[in-house]
Every structure is written in C-alpha cells, then in structure tokens.
C-alpha cells in the first residue's frame, strides 16, 4: 500500500463524519478525513455559538461509545429535562399562567433525569476531534479543498489541494469513500446519486439571547399558523444565562426580521412569543436559515456511502437532523466492523446493503412525521385548530403515550445501532 492509499476516505470532519472516523478508529482501517476548515478551538469564556443541536439521549451514548462525550461534556452543554408542545392562540386558553392547550413531556416521567443536552455544533465537532486524535490509523487531512473525485477507478481517486490558495494537486485513493459533506454534498454529485428535494414554504431565524431569572430546564414550541415559535435553554457562561429562539415563518417576514435593530427586533418577539419566555435582557446574535427537505435516492453505490446531511435534510422543527447523523454513523460503522472482520472488500456495495436497509426508511419515517406535524399547524382552518387544541389537551392527560413520545424524543424507540446502547 503506498502512502496514499487508504481503506477508507470520509469526505467532511463536521460531526457525523468525525463520529464515522472514531467508530471506525479501532478497527485498524487506515482512514483519511478530510475538510475545508477545524473546528475553531473552545473559550469557555466566549458566550453560545449560534449554531446549537438538541442532542438526544441515544446520541449522547453515541457520543460516550466513541470516547468523545467526556471531552463535550468537560467543555459545555445544557440538559433539558422537559419538552412543551403548545399552540398559541388569540385569546389564550390557561390556568395559573400555565397554558392549558400544553402538552408536556418529562423525563422523570419515565425516571430518567434528562431528555438530552443542548450542545453547539463546534463543540460537538471539537470533542469527536479530541477523541479521534488518539488513533494512529486515522490521517485528519485539515484544510484541504477537494477538487475531484473519480468513481471510475478500482479504487476511486480523490484530487485535492491543501487549501483554496494552493494548486498543488494531491492524490489520495481508498476502497470507500464516505460523504459526510453535509447537505450540498459533492461526493454525491461526484457519485452521481440523484436527490429529491423539496423546499418548505417557511424559513427559519435562530437568536442567541441572554435572559433574566433560573437557568431553564424546558424547550419548548409554540404552534402558530405562519409557523412554530421555540425556545431552547443554553449552557451559562460567567453566570450569565443564554437561549435560543427560533422562529418559522414566511420568507418576507423573516427578511424583514433580520433587518431589523436590537430594539426593534426584541420588541417583536416579546410581542409575538408565548408568555412562558423568560425576561430576555439582550440579542447576541441572528442568522436565517431556508428550510429544505433533501433525501438522496441511494445512501450507497459501489465504493461509496453517504451519512448525515449528506443523505438527508429534515425540517428542523422537532431538532432530528443530527440525532439522525449520529443513527447514520453508528448503523454504518457496524456495517463496515462486521464486513472487515469477515475479511469483505468494505468497498462492494453488497457489503453495504444492511446499512442502506437500516437507515433509509428510519430517515424516511422521521421526514414524515415532521411533514404531517408541519401541514398539520401551519394553517387557521377552524376545525383542525379546535382539533389539534383537543388533542394537545388530551395527549398531556395519556401518560401511555406520552411515554412513548418521551422515549422517541431520546432516540430509544426501534431497533438501535449497537453504539447508541449505554454501557
Ligand atoms: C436552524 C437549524 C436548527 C437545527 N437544530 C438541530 C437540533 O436541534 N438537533 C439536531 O439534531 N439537528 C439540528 N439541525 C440539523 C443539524 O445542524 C445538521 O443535521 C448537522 O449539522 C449535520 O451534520 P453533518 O456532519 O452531516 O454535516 P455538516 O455539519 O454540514 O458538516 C459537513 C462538513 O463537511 C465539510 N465539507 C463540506 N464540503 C466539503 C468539501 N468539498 N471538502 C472538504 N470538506 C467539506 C464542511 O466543512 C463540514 O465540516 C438544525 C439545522 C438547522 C438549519
């Protein structure tokens, strides 16, 4: 084997790749990972990252399976032990401040202390970062600028350069190639693998504020016609306490959010969030996002599969988009574990086919329910409103169910990779 060739080369070190690199670290596989840019490094005095995930208790075991949840959580994170479902209505239907139309999920509920943690992106990255560091076999090929990968090869030949500045051209090929390059993924161009997409009607803008009182244990999502309202606690820093907001709503409107000042801006969402906002004492940052549904046709060709964004984009609105990943990562590296201890070319798409199997209709599922909850509340039709108001009051009243919704939203419902299991 010459320098350059490897057994496997994970295009993107974002978080679902990082994670693919670091389940696949024991196996003695030589990998490459290459991206564009690190993760900028941690200042635990630097206030929240805009960018944020709500990471489920099935992720968090991920996470701790692969050695990097010690470093996450000695940086920073915040559990959330509840989650509120609620639909904002004119004349609020509530009791002692509370809203009635509220469903609440609990952890304790099922005695667990936490649903999950909310952790920002970079943090999560820098941790599986820490974690991959300590394997010898894995080559982090940091910045690098791919220009080309060729699928016509015995093994396919990625061309890259060490940075957009340079044109010296290196040459790197490897049995598997992995796209893990997020939602406008090259490798699945260069793959030729077809998409459907589906861009929602709504966009999203994401807030990081600084609020007044307790630290809050609860995220919670307000459902209004032109789309859901959110709040999401964050982890302090220097005391300070800090959420998220986000808030769907039509292109125009969203625009004409971002444009506008500090005092403006949090004027409108003290007057179009619900009543449980905490007192928020200032605005750190915004960003607008477009909501697209992405799914690639195939996760898996010969010598190639796809994970993360790169397979699948989901509506944000109940935060799945990386818990998914992490299902990715986990089911994929199994995959390649079990066809390399059976002395399988790890390339050959028929090694790959369970992981396909596993992952694409999970996916799939989850894309629709966010699409039935999405056309569900994103509309003033009066008897669908005093329908899914009925049904907000009497699922808060069915522990049954409300069980199970408790243990999807921490990831331990259906079949689980075996890294998603707590040790
Ligand atoms: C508003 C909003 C809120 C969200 N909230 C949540 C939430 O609460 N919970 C949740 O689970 N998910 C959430 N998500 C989704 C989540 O952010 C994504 O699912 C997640 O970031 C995907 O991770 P990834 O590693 O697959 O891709 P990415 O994070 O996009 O990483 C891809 C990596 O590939 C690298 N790369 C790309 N192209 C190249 C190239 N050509 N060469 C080299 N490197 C390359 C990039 O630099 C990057 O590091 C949210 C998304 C949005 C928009």
């Known amino acids: 084997m010459t320098q350059n060739s490897y057994d496997v080369a994970i295009v993107g070190a974002g978080m679902v790749g990082a994670a693919i690199a670091c389940g696949l670290g024991p196996t ?3 990998i490459a990972i290459l991206d564009r840019s690190p993760p900028p490094p941690y200042d635990a005095n630097q206030a929240p990252d805009i960018r944020v995930s709500a990471l489920s208790y099935a992720s968090e075991q991920i996470l701790r399976n692969l050695g990097a949840w010690q470093f996450i959580s000695a940086m920073r994170t915040c559990p959330y032990q509840r ?6 209505l004119d004349t609020p239907l509530s009791f002692a401040g509370a809203p009635l139309n509220q469903t609440l999920f609990d952890s304790t509920d099922i005695g667990h202390p936490y649903l999950g943690h909310i952790v920002e992106n970079n943090i999560t990255q820098l941790g599986l970062h820490q974690a991959m560091a300590q394997y010898d076999n894995i080559d982090l090929l ?14 396919p030949t990625v061309l890259f350069t060490q940075n957009s500045q340079s044109d010296k051209l290196i040459e790197l090929n490897a049995k598997l190639i992995i796209g893990a390059d997020g939602a406008l993924s090259k490798v699945r161009d260069w793959a030729a693998i077809g998409m459907n997409s589906n861009q929602y009607e709504q966009q999203a803008l994401v807030a990081t504020v600084e609020y007044q009182g307790s630290q809050q244990d609860i995220t919670w999502q307000a459902f209004t016609s032109t789309g859901p309202l959110a709040f999401l606690p964050l982890m302090d820093v220097n005391k300070k306490h800090y959420g998220s907001l986000v808030w769907y709503d039509q ?24 009543s449980q906002l905490p007192p928020l004492i200032g605005l750190l940052k915004k960003g607008s996002f477009s909501l697209v549904k992405r799914h690639a046709q195939d996760y898996i060709d010969q010598r190639v599969a796809l994970a993360g964004d790169a397979a699948h984009t989901i509506n944000p609105l109940a935060g799945q988009g990386v818990n998914l990943g992490f299902q990715d990562a986990a089911t994929l590296v199994e995959v390649i574990s079990d066809a390399h201890t059976q ?10 086919h369970q992981y396909e199997r596993l992952r694409k209709i999970e996916n799939q599922k989850m894309m629709e329910i966010m699409d039935l909850f999405y056309h569900l ?10 329908l899914r108001n009925i049904g907000l009051v009497l699922a808060d009243k069915l522990p049954f169910g409300k069980n199970k919704v ?15 299991k707590p040790t």
């Not at 002395?343 to 790959?352: A, F, P, Q, T, Y």
């Not at 509340?377 to 005093?386: C, D, E, G, Q, T």
């Open 28 to 30: 003695g596989l030589r």
């Open 142 to 155: 940091c910045p690098s600028n791919i220009k080309s990968i060729d699928f016509g090869t015995p093994h």
């Open 343 to 352: 002395g399988k070319d790890i390339g050959l798409v028929e090694n790959l």
């Open 83 to 88: 989650m509120g479902v609620t639909e904002k």
């Open 406 to 420: 408790i243990k999807y939203a921490m990831g331990l419902e259906g079949k689980l990779p075996k890294l998603a």
């Open 251 to 274: 292109p125009d409107k969203i625009r004409q959010l971002m444009a506008q000042d500090e005092q403006t801006f949090m004027g409108e969402v003290s007057k179009n969030f619900p």
């Open 377 to 386: 509340f994103s509309n003033n039709n009066p008897p669908l409103k005093l």
